[in-house]
């Protein structure tokens, strides 16, 4: 178990490695020129330079990377031309925009994105999977196929057009609730959930649908093997035998999926975010994208990484102790 | 218990069970009636598609919303099974009459304790507390040999061996005092010295409680073994039913005849002897080893083993499951590299030989292999499949394939016309025959048989042994016979090598590994093999005794 | 020691003769299979004749009309539903006054391009992938399989983002959207290809095409590629709903297609700031993508089952498809 663990951190590295290199590759090698773009429109070629000797970029590419990792790691100096200003390990860069580090600015971000995925894990696990339970305890009646037609219609809603159309009707028309923007929750709770709602709602919603189809298809499977046919030849009665039985056999995929998408919320919950102007990291990826300020995107890429990473590890630890057989080697 | 003498415990007339197929329904039973009184024992005897396990399911009401259309009456301890409501249908499920499915490990529920599955069971028909059921678990899994029950019920399915699950299984079926044991397949999945296992432990448990007992298999010998009557159906008919020495001491119908004459017996005819084999060995492996994994995790799946196969001759090789046996046939024909030890073929080393340098001799090493279903592509027609191996060695000439397909084709017993049809249009009888066909198309001479027949029903079997037996006089082939039914390597070979744990522990003829046995795994082994007497069952079931306290 | 199989029926089989006959009947006894290709053919016939239909209304996707929109309303268009008249038969677009019914059916085109050319690329990258993963060396599948490891990990949407931010803005946007797609989607199909191939080797009829003497060549090309073509044409199947909502999303977000190109994304991008002032700006590229990306799933899942029933619960449980959030 902890060889197993250990085991899969070594491996969470190296592919965390590779995704450093990778983008490295991709933004520092990029047509374009950083400088120009950290400078903005009007900088004249002598300014330019200036940048780009203050962001070193006029280093090798293995250097820059050298220096990257030796941020990460044990921290690095920054010269903004009078003075020298130091990055702590885990050093992610100072952001051209706005000379901020981005380890902090990430770290001031994750709040809103971790409000956000909980609650919206809350709403996925009570909509989801009680939907998918609904209709496979309810299977080859018309509960189950009005439930069907549902899930089906919200696989194909994207999340913004599910976000846009709840604000026109809650928000406009029928005027329940105001606008959103975001309270932290430190300042004021109690606004900080009525402001968060429609981002819950939207974003569980959205995922609900996958769970539903995850939960049924798995109850269901799970209702078609030789030990279900075993307790209702010992008289155990149809509801026992989905609850207790079946619905078992959901919950391991349940759990490890959870895990999973908790993971890619962050930094991964981009449209959600922006739609409702919520300050997470996928808001900071994408303003980091418009203003193309490299060190943001990289370190946003890279945090989501960690997290995506570190939940596929808890994932199949989760899946492990839900269903025992599985062996972790 | 109780005893209701006048009425039998079952009694089914005129059951009639029919499923909606694509295309039509079909009649799994057909006006099917029997009677079995309280403490007897009946055993449905079938080959596939016989209809026995739907009559089975039929006794507990398992069809019910499943869309099968049951017809006739079914009464088991005086509750009519066809009319009876959701209550009186859970009392019949397990208290009355209890279930024991086929695969032990997918009938219980991978997720729980499997003390507590029994527990569950059991509350639903005795009640009382948590408490009370679970000791009630520890103690038939005590009952059914469970060592340390209290610990051990604690344990999920996965942690049992296949032996213990069946066992847990009959233990569930104990744990509500049914008067009827409903056992279908109970040790189809099981090796043999473990069904042997498994068949005393439930002659011993009838005995003690005076269950009722029906038992559902393929395998005569199980019958024999375990039951007072036999019932032997085809095409959802009966065949013939009665006394289980008369049934199969002195059958009166054509078709029971047949299948007896079909199953293959450790004291029926041996294949006349061979002369002694002279000069060079077609194949010989010294110390031939195969490890999987690396470093410390590596396991031997063959450990060690050195034999030798002569043109013109049957070596036989039996082992239980994880012997090593099918590793060891797939190393003889290169389709799984050795790590160790030597291959000769033909006075040639090939074990080391690269895909390349093996090119001569691929086509002359051929293998038949166990699955009928696996081992011919779906997508492509069996005169495609057969031809490969022609392909394969140059031929250009279309007209030449064909007309050689079709000569194949013949040579195995089916029609040349069917070279354009597809696997799927065959039995599974047909489709060993076509793989059969292939192997012959590259002219091998050394031709590795993997349990060649154990996925058919007898009388295909004992057609498809003696076709291969056929092939190999004719064509002088060195067959090396991989199978794990001791009778059906016995009745096929001219010297045996019996597996356990990846080495050989005996080899010689088959007079000598079969008459006497020097191992005293072999021994065991022999012993398990049910016997088609009953009386000479009851006898073997004392020797077994005696060879376990030994 | 297994149970005798039922040799007397015969088993379940597709001859590739009869594949693609089976799968069309199949299809077509499902109603909402033969809704949804019948309304993707419209889409498709709307999207390829959309000048011709842009020239039937009269109008021009690009051309502004200030006049009927209200200025002093910030824009609004004149008239009800967001401006519907005789000559502009869906409205027009608040703020500029273009025509939506040509906006729409152009941006149908691009939707549809970049869906199904993404789709393409992850495919053909996927099968090489896949392949050279299942029948390589141990070494070579060690690689590629970690490779896949990584992008199957990360979302795509996000690594999307990043990357159409270093591209020159002059680079045609359609064209970048289908290979930033394509580039980092292929993980899911060359999975299936690799985790397929390597069940394929392990059948005895692979191994029997080994003895028979066929080369590596020769056996992948009869035994394993005709197999292959189910999973991978059920995984394109529903590929193609999600690559067209990443698209939408990333023009949503302003990353993707830019203006004055129309997509549908790109114009709900444009009606985040109008819905609670002209609300059919919003619903109809919505109601669009909506009912295509519907279509979409209803078919592919339609596919999946006809193809393969039991392998369909596997994939659905066994894979997850990236979604964007």
């Known amino acids: 178990m902890t060889r197993y663990v250990l085991k899969r951190l070594a491996g969470a590295a190296l592919v965390l490695l590779a995704l450093s290199v990778l983008v490295y590759a991709l933004f520092y090698l990029a047509p374009g020129d950083p400088a120009r773009l950290a400078c903005g429109e009007r900088c004249n070629p002598r300014q330019i330079a200036q940048v780009r000797e203050q962001l070193g970029l006029n280093e090798g590419v293995f250097a820059q990377y050298a220096h990257f990792l030796q ?19 885990p050093c992610l860069g100072l952001s051209y925009q706005s000379d901020q580090q981005v380890t902090q600015l990430v770290l001031e971000r994750l709040p809103a994105t971790a409000s956000l995925a909980l609650g919206a894990l809350v709403v996925w696990l009570v909509v989801g999977v009680g939907t998918g339970l609904l209709s496979a305890l309810r299977r080859g009646g018309p509960t189950e196929r009005i439930l069907t037609v ?106 490890a999926v959870s895990a999973v998408d908790l993971g890619y919320m962050f930094g991964g919950a981009v449209l959600t975010e922006s739609l409702f102007g919520i300050p997470g990291l996928g808001k900071t990826l994408l303003d980091g994208v418009r203003e193309i300020d490299l060190p943001v995107v990289v370190g946003v890429v890279m945090v989501m990484g960690v997290a995506v990473v570190l939940a596929g590890v808890v994932a199949d630890l989760l899946y492990a102790a839900a269903d025992r057989r599985v062996v972790l080697t | 218990m109780t005893r209701h003498s006048e009425d039998p415990l079952v009694e089914v007339r005129d059951l009639t069970v029919g499923f909606d197929r694509e295309g039509g329904s079909v009649r799994a039973v057909d006006g099917l009636s029997f009677t079995l009184g309280e403490g007897r024992a009946l055993a449905l005897v079938g080959e596939s598609g016989s209809g026995k396990s739907t009559v ?74 948590r408490r009370d059921a679970r000791a009630r678990a520890v103690e038939v899994l005590d009952r059914v040999g469970i060592p340390d029950a209290a610990r051990r019920s604690r344990s999920r399915p996965h942690e049992f061996s296949g032996g213990m699950r069946q066992r847990a299984l009959l233990a569930m079926a104990l744990a509500c005092e049914p008067r009827l044991i409903v056992a279908d397949e109970p040790t189809t999945a099981l090796d043999v010295t473990v069904q042997a296992q498994i068949l005393d432990l439930l002659h011993e448990l009838r005995r003690e409680t005076g269950t009722a007992l029906l038992l559902v298999t393929h395998d005569v010998g199980v019958a024999a073994e375990s039951v007072d009557e036999v019932l032997v159906m085809r095409g959802g008919r009966e065949i013939e039913r009665g006394p289980v020495d008369s049934v199969l001491g002195a059958p009166s119908e054509p078709y ?91 006075g040639t080393e090939i074990g080391a030989l690269s895909e390349r340098e093996l090119r001569p001799y691929r086509r002359e090493l051929q293998m038949v292999f166990q699955d009928p279903v696996s081992s011919l592509n779906p997508r492509r027609s069996v005169g495609e499949s057969i031809a490969d191996p022609l392909r394969a060695a140059g031929e250009r000439d279309e007209t030449r394939i064909r007309s050689r397909v079709r000569e194949l084709l013949d040579r195995v017993g089916l029609e040349p016309d069917r070279h354009a049809a597809y696997p799927h249009e065959f039995s599974g009888g ?97 012993a398990a093999v049910p016997s088609l007497d009953p009386v000479l069952a009851a006898e073997r079931r004392g020797r077994r005794q005696e060879l376990a306290a030994a | 020691m297994t149970a ?89 677009e608040p703020g500029t006054g273009r025509d939506l019914f040509a906006r729409l059916l152009h941006g149908a085109r691009v939707s549809l391009l970049v869906a199904v050319g993404a789709t393409a690329v992850q495919v053909l990258i996927g099968v090489l992938v896949g392949l050279a993963a299942g029948l390589g060396s141990r070494w070579a599948d060690g690689i590629l399989s970690r490779i896949t490891d990584v992008l199957v990990a990360l979302p795509m949407l996000v690594l999307a983002i990043a990357l159409t931010a270093v591209v020159p803005r002059d680079f045609p946007r359609p064209l970048l959207l289908i290979l930033v797609i394509g580039l980092l989607g292929w993980a899911g199909t060359s999975r299936i290809v690799r985790a397929q191939t390597l069940t394929l080797k392990s059948l005895d009829f692979v191994a029997a095409s080994r003895l028979a003497g066929s080369g590596r060549w020769r056996t992948a090309r009869r035994e394993l590629l005709p197999a292959l073509a189910a999973p991978v044409i059920t995984y394109a199947a529903i590929s193609v709903p999600t ?42 590229p919505a109601g669009l993508l909506f009912v295509t990306v519907l279509a979409f799933t209803v078919l592919g899942d339609a596919v999946r089952t006809a193809l393969d029933p039991r392998e369909a619960s596997r994939l659905r449980v066994g894979t997850r498809k990236e979604t964007s959030r």
């Open chain 2, 56 to 129: 089975a399911g039929a006794l507990l009401g398992l069809h019910r919303g499943t869309g099968a259309r049951v017809t006739g009456s079914v009464r088991v301890g005086g509750i009519d099974v066809g009319a009876a409501g959701p209550g009186e249908l859970r009392r019949l499920r397990g208290g009355v009459a209890a279930m024991v499915f086929q695969d032990p490990l997918s009938a219980l529920d991978p997720y729980y304790a499997i003390g507590d599955q029994i527990a569950e069971v059991h509350r639903i028909h005795a009640g009382g507390s």
């Open chain 3, 243 to 284: 690559n067209m909502v990443v698209e939408a999303a990333l023009s949503f977000l302003g990353v993707g297609v830019t203006p004055p190109t129309p997509s549908w994304g790109q114009m709900l991008s444009t009606a985040q700031t109008w819905f609670r002032a002209d609300p059919a700006y919003v619903l109809l």
């Open chain 1, 71 to 89: 941020g990460v790691f044990v921290g690095r100096d920054y010269s903004t031309g009078t003075s020298v200003v130091r990055c702590d390990a």
């Open chain 3, 4 to 92: 005798p199989t039922d040799t007397s029926a015969p088993v379940a089989g597709i001859p590739a003769t009869g594949a693609a006959r089976q799968l069309l009947r199949r299809l077509r006894g499902r109603p909402a299979a033969v809704v949804s290709a019948g309304v993707l053919l419209l889409l498709v016939l709307l999207a390829l004749a959309a000048p011709l239909f842009a020239a039937l209304e009269g109008q021009d996707p690009y051309a502004y009309h200030d006049d009927l929109v209200d200025s002093a309303r910030g824009g609004v268009p004149y008239g009800s539903f967001g401006g519907v008249s005789a000559d502009h038969w869906l409205g027009v």
């Open chain 1, 150 to 255: 549902l899930t089906l219609a919200a696989t194909g809603t994207p999340v913004f057009i599910l976000g846009l159309l709840l604000l026109m009707v809650v928000c406009a028309y029928l005027q329940w609730l105001p606008f959103p923007t975001y309270v932290p929750l430190g300042e004021n709770p109690e606004q900080w959930a009525w402001n968060m709602l429609l981002p819950w709602l939207t974003l569980g919603l959205f995922e609900s649908a996958k769970y539903a189809r995850l939960t049924r298809s798995s109850t269901l499977e799970t209702l078609a093997e030789d030990h279900i046919r075993t307790f209702r030849a010992y008289g155990v009665g149809e509801r026992a035998v989905v609850t207790r039985h079946a619905l078992r056999g959901a919950v391991p995929p349940v759990v």
């Open chain 2, 430 to 526: 047909q489709r060993q025959r076509v793989g059969i066909a292939r192997a012959l198309a590259a002219e091998p001479r050394v031709v590795v048989c993997d349990e060649p027949v154990s996925a058919l029903d007898v009388t295909t079997q004992a057609q498809v042994t003696a076709l291969l037996a056929e092939l190999q006089a004719e064509l002088g082939l060195g067959l090396v016979f991989i199978a794990h039914d001791l009778a059906v390597v016995r009745q096929v070979s001219d010297r045996v090598a019996v597996m356990r744990g990846g080495r050989i522990v005996e080899q010689g003829t088959v007079e000598e590994v079969y008459g006497a046995p020097q191992d005293p795994y072999t021994r065991r082994l022999l």
């Open chain 2, 256 to 346: 029971t005849r047949r299948l007896l004459g079909a199953v293959p017996r450790l004291d029926g005819p041996l294949r006349p002897a061979a002369p002694a084999p002279t000069g060079e060995p077609l194949l010989e492996a010294v110390d031939l080893r195969r490890e999987f994994g690396r470093g410390k995790r590596a396991v031997a799946a063959v450990d060690g083993v050195s034999l030798t196969v002569h043109a013109g001759e049957t070596l036989g090789v039996v082992g239980e499951s994880g012997s090593g046996k099918t590793t060891l046939g797939r190393m003889l024909v290169r389709l799984l590299d050795p790590t160790g030890g030597r291959l000769r073929y033909g």
